[in-house]
């Protein structure tokens, strides 16, 4: 648990303005056609991309998958000119009409970086969905100011909220902190009607201390040791 006077709980937990306000207080949904697909597999999906087009999914409660494309340029366009990092979109999409939707998962060729494929999950401004919200830290704590290290266990946070109400990231300001503390997601004071799902009262950051660190600095050199050893064998056989 986090040690803070009841004065200055708010600076020293979480910044709620830092996170959950706006600063046009509005969502932006951004534009983009899409086509209704009617082929499956491999084959049509590799010709479907040679010309241009991704293979793509929309999906959302009580609606029935529907298979669509999106042009490869609007796409990219569309990543460039996205201010946050949820990216909602005004989906056209021909013989159906336009559709609310957050683009959920983007899949990119390992090697090439080429989009694969784009799923799409419909959203109305009522309902609230499941978002990932990155976990940022403001300060440096006391903790690693007298020799330990901050380990941040989870990068990210699932948040459920409606739409509007999607904070831009997780500030957690460390300052307080002394070798051996922890901020665990019960921490988090919460503004509004946004919930942090859980079902265990899980760790979120934590101040190692030097011995911990010495720990993880060994295990780090082990492993290094041992890759490089892997390496040399691969190159004698």
């Given at each position: 648990?986090?040690?803070?006077?009841?004065?200055?709980?708010?600076?020293?937990?979480?910044?709620?303005?830092?996170?959950?306000?706006?600063?046009?207080?509005?969502?932006?949904?951004?534009?983009?056609?899409?086509?209704?697909?009617?082929?499956?597999?491999?084959?049509?999906?590799?010709?479907?991309?040679?010309?241009?087009?991704?293979?793509?999914?929309?999906?959302?409660?009580?609606?029935?998958?529907?298979?669509?494309?999106?042009?490869?340029?609007?796409?990219?366009?569309?990543?460039?000119?996205?201010?946050?990092?949820?990216?909602?979109?005004?989906?056209?999409?021909?013989?159906?009409?336009?559709?609310?939707?957050?683009?959920?998962?983007?899949?990119?060729?390992?090697?090439?970086?080429?989009?694969i494929?784009?799923?799409?999950?419909?959203?109305?401004?009522?309902?609230?969905?499941?978002v990932?919200?990155?976990?940022?830290?403001?300060?440096?704590?006391?903790?690693?100011?007298?020799?330990?290290?901050?380990?941040?266990?989870?990068?990210e946070?699932?948040v459920?909220?409606?739409?509007?109400?999607?904070?831009?990231?997780?500030?957690?300001?460390?300052?307080?902190?002394?070798?051996?503390?922890?901020?665990?997601?019960?921490?988090?004071?919460?503004?509004?009607?946004?919930?942090?799902?859980?079902?265990?009262?899980?760790?979120?950051?934590?101040?190692?201390?030097?011995?911990?660190?010495?720990?993880?600095?060994?295990?780090?050199?082990?492993?290094?040791?041992?890759?490089?050893?892997?390496?040399?064998?691969?190159?004698?056989?």
């Amino acid at each position: 648990m986090i040690r803070h006077n009841q004065a200055d709980a708010h600076h020293v937990r979480f910044h709620l303005h830092s996170v959950f306000v706006r600063e046009d207080l509005s969502l932006d949904f951004l534009n983009i056609n899409a086509t209704k697909r009617t082929t499956k597999g491999n084959g049509p999906a590799r010709a479907l991309r040679r010309e241009g087009q991704i293979p793509a999914v929309l999906y959302g409660p009580g609606n029935e998958p529907t298979s669509i494309t999106v042009d490869t340029h609007e796409l990219e366009t569309l990543l460039k000119s996205s201010r946050s990092g949820q990216i909602f979109v005004n989906l056209a999409i021909d013989s159906i009409g336009e559709r609310k939707a957050l683009l959920k998962e983007l899949q990119r060729h390992p090697v090439s970086g080429q989009f694969i494929h784009a799923d799409f999950y419909e959203v109305t401004m009522d309902r609230k969905i499941r978002v990932r919200v990155p976990v940022t830290t403001r300060g440096k704590s006391n903790g690693v100011e007298m020799g330990g290290m901050l380990q941040i266990i989870r990068r990210e946070l699932e948040v459920l909220c409606l739409p509007d109400d999607i904070p831009e990231v997780i500030e957690i300001d460390i300052t307080e902190l002394d070798m051996g503390e922890s901020v665990h997601v019960e921490d988090i004071p919460l503004e509004g009607d946004v919930e942090i799902p859980h079902e265990v009262n899980f760790t979120v950051l934590t101040i190692l201390s030097g011995r911990k660190v010495e720990e993880v600095v060994d295990e780090e050199g082990e492993e290094a040791v041992e890759e490089e050893t892997a390496e040399a064998e691969a190159e004698t056989e």
